[in-house]
């Protein structure tokens, strides 16, 4: 551990000096206990190389815990009050953290630092899905992602069919990654406390896609089967194809339901999808 960040004062003196009161439009709620930053830091290994991403920096507190873990922190923040507490850290751990000030959604973050990239985020909530998609989206640019979310949204990525909160989430994370639990976190925990109980994951990318189709099918995928997921898969299989055809050649029963499927009957669907339409587009347009 690093000495430096012995000398950083409280957490809670820092709010308050820099006025941080919580924005709920921000999804701010705080973590001021340095234990529990630091078991979640540790959660994503050894950071001495590479580059680590951290989305909501706030105060600071889960940023000290990657840097005295030895990490190079790239940090967004949206929030611009947050500059001169971060300014702090940054002072703490000289060459160590650089501040983005801006919007996560905005950021192209497969291209920032070097390899290996991790994010590690105790994430706004309000974001936290957009965000996750953009990651999958680009997931060979990441080593590791140790996320904090709401436990139901936690829940959805590693549901399995059949199970309680298995949604489009749980399909486009399995297709692309280990997922495990760390820990859950009560409300207590943070400051303000939140409504309802979080969760940290860990997700770790496989090696090779479960199977390689393009990311947008899979989405247009999933989206249309979730999107009646209270209907027999025939029926909104129709607004891909002949849903006895789809079936057939992907070795679904229609009369199940989306909810159902195991994650492979959904890239089944994807591939017969980019294999039967990429001769009738253009060439060069994804389907
Ligand atoms: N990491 C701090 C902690 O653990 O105490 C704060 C976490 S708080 C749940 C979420 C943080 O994300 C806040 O600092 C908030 O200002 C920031 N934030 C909210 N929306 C954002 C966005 N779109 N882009 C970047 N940061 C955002």
Redo the contacts with the bound molecule.
């Keep these: 551990m690093n000495d430096a960040a012995v000398d950083l004062p409280p957490l809670r003196e820092v709010i308050a000096r820099h006025g941080l009161d919580a924005?709920k439009a921000?999804?701010?709620?705080?973590?001021l206990d340095l234990n529990l930053?630091r078991r979640i830091a540790r959660a994503a290994g050894d950071l001495s190389e590479g580059t680590v991403i951290?989305?909501?920096?706030?105060?600071g507190?889960?940023?000290r815990a990657l840097l005295e873990q030895g990490a190079r922190v790239i940090a967004?923040?949206?929030?611009a009050r947050?500059r001169a507490a971060l300014a702090e850290v940054g002072a703490a751990f000289p060459g160590r953290l650089t501040v983005i000030e801006?919007?996560?959604?905005d950021q192209d973050m497969a291209a920032l630092g070097t390899s290996p990239r991790r994010v590690v985020?105790?994430?706004?909530?309000?974001?936290s899905t957009p965000l996750l998609i953009g990651w999958l989206r680009d997931i060979r640019a990441f080593d590791t992602l140790v996320l904090m979310f709401q436990k139901e949204v936690a829940d959805r990525l590693w549901a399995r069919p059949g199970g309680r909160g298995f949604s489009r989430l749980s399909v486009l994370t399995q297709w692309l990654c280990a997922v495990n639990p760390v820990f859950d976190v009560n409300p207590r925990a943070f400051t303000p406390p939140p409504k309802v109980t979080s969760a940290v994951v860990r997700l770790t990318p496989r090696e090779a896609p479960l199977m390689d189709v393009p990311f947008a099918t899979v989405e247009r995928v999933t989206a249309t089967l979730f999107g009646q997921r209270r209907k027999m898969v025939r029926a909104p299989l129709k607004t891909l194809g002949d849903p006895a055809v789809i079936c057939d050649a992907c070795g679904i029963d229609p009369m199940l339901r989306a909810e159902q499927l195991p994650v492979e009957a959904f890239l089944r669907v994807a591939h017969w999808l980019t294999v039967t339409q990429a001769g009738s587009r253009p060439s060069g347009h994804g389907p």
């Design positions: 924005r921000l999804g701010q709620h705080f973590l930053t951290e989305v909501g920096p706030g105060p507190g889960l940023t967004i923040e949206k929030d947050c801006g919007d996560a959604l985020a105790n994430l706004p909530y309000n974001v």
